[in-house]
């Protein structure tokens, strides 16, 4: 499924969050490819991949070290089903 993910960045900046991301490329390789990571501004950015694994980006959103990030640059996720357009 091509999924999209709408992230607000509060407590830091595109960079940190795009750090942070680059840190998890190989627990990420295990529920989607294609990860494309979009600057929409200093605050906001916008992930798009094919997601393969659902219920494991659920697990890996969850776990304590992803919370404590998330806390830590005062992330807000909003994850969305893309489909074709027809």
């Known amino acids: 499924m091509n ?3 709408h ?9 940190d969050y795009q750090a942070y991301v ?7 390789s295990t529920f989607c490819r294609d990860l494309v990571l979009t600057k929409v501004n200093e605050h906001t950015a916008i ?9 494991g ?3 890996v959103l969850s776990s ?3 919370q404590q990030k998330e806390a ?3 992330l807000e996720r909003e994850l969305y089903n893309l489909s074709p357009f027809q």
């Open 72 to 74: 830590e640059l005062g």
């Open 47 to 55: 992930a798009t991949c094919d997601l393969f694994d659902p219920e």
């Open 22 to 28: 680059g840190g998890l490329a190989d627990v990420m």
């Open 7 to 15: 992230v607000k960045i509060n407590n830091g900046t595109f960079e």
């Open 64 to 66: 304590d070290i992803a």
């Open 57 to 59: 980006i659920k697990a």
């Open 3 to 5: 999924a999209m993910m």
